[in-house]
């Protein structure tokens, strides 16, 4: 089992830039294949970007050449770092884990984002 919290939400003008990121509490972090995935009001759960452990990573095609996941195996801690946000970013962003063994789930409880002027 593992357990995440998230870090980093804030409020920021269209254009900048935040850095989220989701500790693990587990000693096999390795065994998990991390993502980051939003929620906006009134929206479905959509997927944002996911890494390996060995740093392969996947990204949502509207999040492509703005943001950045990365992992850092020693810390157990996946980061996001989100550029040239637009409004249509806000959401919550929860970190999600998946166990490549038995393909469980794990979820954060999340961190508002708003893009807003």
């Known amino acids: 089992q593992v357990q995440l919290v998230e870090s980093g939400g804030d409020l920021v003008q269209p254009g900048g830039s935040l850095r989220l990121a989701c500790a693990a509490s587990t000693s096999s972090f390795r065994i998990y294949t991390m993502g980051w995935y939003r929620q906006a009001p009134g929206k479905q759960r959509e997927l944002v970007a996911t890494?390996?452990?060995?740093?392969?990573?996947n990204y949502a095609d509207s999040v492509k050449g703005r943001f950045i996941i990365s992992r850092d195996n020693a810390k157990n801690t996946v980061y996001l770092q989100m550029n040239s946000l637009k409004i249509e970013d806000t959401a919550v962003y929860l970190c999600?884990?998946?166990?490549?063994?038995?393909?469980?789930?794990?979820w954060g409880q999340g961190t508002q984002v708003t893009v807003s002027s």
């Open positions: 890494v390996t452990a060995g740093g392969s990573a």
């Open positions: 999600g884990a998946r166990n490549i063994y038995t393909q469980r789930d794990y």
